[in-house]
């Protein structure tokens, strides 16, 4: 009789299974997934009672799902197995293909490990494939279908025809495990996605909230900023500007976009752009406005990357810094200017005339000759290289140093020869002055002084007020004839009357030409120009000398 029901047995069987099987794929959590598949075995495959218990993390297995009992559900689900314990009992039960049976004769030696159970206590089975209620049977779940990569393990109870499963019944048990091993992945799959893609979005999310503050924050920033691109054929143009930068120089972004930095810059600052732009750092220099001004700005560079091998660019904040350093440069023209004439004090003469002198000594002018024939002589073998004027000590750029040296022509005889002439005026007569109208009147007498004297010498030319009524003079280029006649020019220009508050008042003036050599200090240069005026002062009479 039962072998003639068998086939429709299978039949229905069969049809449970396909169904519990579709309705795996209609679940749209994991949780919901896993619920399934107990409800699955309880609902298709004629048991009473189903649990899944699924791997965790760190390898122990949680009961993530119970079906059959409510009681039972309540008490064990979320509670946790060891993995030893679950090794030691798929490896000791028998085997019934991937299936593992543990007959309640063997059992009791489970009895007190920590996998979550619900067992109750029955009678002796009265016939050979009973179920008893103390029997345990598990299907293995594994993440590829087969193999060692365990996923969890669905373990059932209490078969409704009360008979251990046969061939059939082990058969789709181990079909339906297969199958809900493969939904278990899909679903945690799903779940994963759900999450990468959730936590994309806030990345994402993130990322415009990020690049928006950046654009409000460079569009609205008070001071001047820009991007400009780093590499390639248009490394330095600037991509991006924002209006405090338009208006600080004074042209649209349409066009500041046709420029890099290096175009703007004042010619004499391009070295600190350039080393600004390659290291990033800060630096002080001058940019072109559209009206021809430049204006002092101070330059913040940070390099950043796109992306991790992507184009880098060079973010760049531009602070206008015009009146600070008009500031600085008055507080520096004041430090090296003297307050009354507008002429640079003893201080910045003496600086002037130190930048263009050097310690060693130089026995003679070299011919343009004698300079070529030492250029190309071998410099060891020239034991008068130094007397040329060159420095032989070898350097980083060569043998021979780029700093000119400063000779004295000869004044006994004019042999063509150009110096650095320093003159020495004192004037004649200023102190009666002083004496006689004040020094208001004084005053404006050295005012009027050092006009003339500055106008009476060339572009590049130094006049220095010493201090009191003493003033030098600096000339480079001249002939002891050409000194000579300078200072007779400026004397000249100095005896016509200076009219102060409606008087006239003369002054005269007594001029010493001293040398500057490279071997002499500025103080000696100095005061062999002082001793030469003192010299011209008493070889003229005390009439001829005074004018005021």
């Not at 899944?52 to 979320?78: H, K, Y």
């Given at each position: 009789m039962e072998a003639e029901s068998e086939p429709y047995v299978r039949l229905a069987t069969l049809r449970q299974l396909h169904q519990a099987v579709a309705?795996?794929?209609?679940?749209?959590?994991?949780?919901?997934?896993?619920?399934?598949?107990?409800?699955?075995?309880?609902?298709?495959?004629?048991?009473?009672?189903?649990?899944?218990?699924?791997?965790?993390?760190?390898?122990?297995?949680?009961?993530?799902?119970?079906?059959?009992?409510?009681?039972?559900?309540?008490?064990?689900?979320?509670?946790i197995g060891s993995r030893t314990s679950w090794e030691r009992r798929l490896a000791m039960g028998e085997a019934w293909g991937e299936l593992r049976f543990i007959p309640h004769t063997d059992g009791w030696v489970l009895l007190d490990d920590d996998v979550p159970q619900w067992h109750t206590e029955g009678p002796e089975p009265r016939f050979e494939d009973e179920w008893h209620p103390q029997d345990r049977l598990y299907a293995p779940m594994y993440a590829s279908g087969g193999g060692c990569d365990l996923l969890g393990v669905i373990s059932v109870d209490r078969p409704r025809n009360g008979r251990r499963p046969g061939a059939w019944g082990r058969e789709a048990l181990q079909m339906y495990a297969s199958q809900a091993a493969i939904a278990i992945s899909n679903a945690r799959l799903r779940a994963n996605m759900q999450r990468a893609l959730v936590r994309l979005e806030r990345e994402q999310q993130a990322l415009r909230a990020s690049e928006e503050s950046f654009r409000q924050a460079f569009e609205y920033a008070p001071s001047g900023m820009a991007?400009?691109?780093?590499?390639?054929d248009q490394h330095g143009r600037l991509l991006r500007t924002n209006d405090a930068l338009c208006r600080l120089l004074g042209r649209p972004a349409s066009v500041l976009r046709r420029y890099s930095f290096a175009d703007l810059v004042h010619p004499e600052d391009i070295g600190t752009l350039l080393?600004?732009?390659?290291?990033?750092?800060?630096?002080?220099?001058?940019?072109?406005?559209?009206?021809?001004?430049?204006?002092?700005?101070?330059?913040?560079?940070?390099?950043?990357?796109?992306?991790?091998?992507?184009?880098?660019?060079?973010?760049?904040?531009?602070?206008?810094?015009?009146?600070?350093k008009r500031h600085e440069l008055h507080l520096a023209h004041r430090a090296s200017h003297d307050a009354l004439t507008g002429l640079p004090n003893s201080a910045e003469l003496r600086s002037r005339l130190s930048s263009r002198l050097c310690d060693r000594p130089t026995a003679m002018a070299a011919t343009a000759i004698e300079t070529l024939d030492a250029a190309y002589?071998?410099?060891?073998?020239?034991?008068?290289?130094?007397?040329?004027?060159?420095?032989?000590?070898?350097?980083?750029?060569?043998?021979?140093?780029?700093?000119?040296?400063?000779?004295?022509?000869d004044t006994e005889q004019d042999d063509g020869a150009k110096g650095i002439a320093v003159l020495f005026c004192d004037l004649d007569g200023f102190k009666s002055i002083n004496d006689r109208f004040g020094h208001h009147t004084g005053d404006a007498v050295l005012i009027e002084v050092a006009r003339r004297l500055s106008t009476g010498v060339r572009d590049g030319d130094t006049v220095a007020r010493l201090g009191g009524d003493e003033f030098v003079v600096l000339a480079d280029g001249l002939g002891a004839a050409d000194a000579a006649d300078l200072a007779v020019r400026l004397r000249n220009a100095i005896i016509p009357p200076?009219?102060?508050?409606?008087?006239?008042?003369?002054?005269?003036?007594?001029?010493?030409?001293?040398?500057?050599?490279?071997?002499?200090?500025?103080?000696?240069?100095?005061?062999?120009?002082?001793?030469?005026?003192?010299?011209?002062?008493?070889?003229?009479?005390?009439?001829?000398?005074?004018?005021?």
């Open positions: 309705d795996l794929n209609t679940a749209r959590s994991l949780a919901d997934t896993v619920q399934t598949v107990a409800d699955g075995i309880v609902g298709g495959l004629g048991y009473g009672l189903a649990c899944v218990n699924l791997v965790r993390q760190d390898g122990d297995l949680v009961v993530a799902a119970f079906a059959g009992n409510s009681a039972a559900e309540a008490l064990i689900t979320g509670r991007i400009a691109e780093m590499g390639g080393r600004t732009s390659a290291e990033g750092g800060r630096a002080e220099l001058r940019l072109g406005r559209r009206d021809g001004s430049y204006l002092w700005v101070s330059l913040r560079n940070s390099v950043v990357a796109d992306t991790t091998d992507g184009p880098r660019f060079l973010l760049t904040h531009v602070e206008d810094i015009e009146e600070r002589a071998d410099v060891d073998a020239d034991p008068d290289a130094r007397a040329h004027g060159y420095d032989v000590d070898a350097g980083p750029d060569g043998p021979y140093d780029h700093h000119v040296h400063a000779v004295a022509p200076i009219r102060v508050d409606g008087r006239a008042v003369r002054v005269g003036a007594s001029f010493g030409i001293g040398w500057a050599a490279c071997g002499m200090s500025v103080e000696e240069v100095l005061a062999s120009a002082d001793q030469r005026m003192y010299v011209e002062k008493r070889s003229r009479s005390k009439v001829n000398r005074r004018a005021g």
